[in-house]
């Protein structure tokens, strides 16, 4: 019996290894649930918001999942841009 090929190795994608639920659980602690819910408007955040609710919306609902994961970009963006500045001389 053969195995599986590995999967095809991404050292450029950012999402390459990163977990839905690390996703999730990432932007609910850096913008909370109501941040959250103003940028992606879904009831999973607006309405009683909880990880596990979340993770069932989005796995059926792949625009609000591509939201999200772009949100995701976006926040690992801006905290790369406020360590490189804030290392910079003032």
């Known amino acids: 019996m053969q195995d599986a090929p590995p999967p095809p190795v991404q050292p450029?994608?950012?999402l390459h290894g990163v977990t839905l639920e690390a996703i999730v659980t990432?932007?609910?602690a850096h913008y909370g649930w109501k941040g959250l819910g103003e940028r992606v408007p879904v009831?999973?955040?607006?309405?009683?918001?909880s990880v596990p609710s979340a993770l069932k919306f989005?796995?059926?609902t792949p625009w609000a999942r591509e939201k999200v994961e772009a949100l995701y970009l976006f926040m690992l963006r801006e905290q790369r841009r406020?360590?490189?500045d804030a290392g910079r001389p003032g």
């Open 12 to 14: 450029r994608n950012p």
């Open 26 to 28: 990432a932007l609910a």
């Open 43 to 49: 009831r999973c955040f607006t309405s009683d918001p």
């Open 58 to 60: 989005l796995r059926k």
């Open 82 to 84: 406020t360590a490189r």
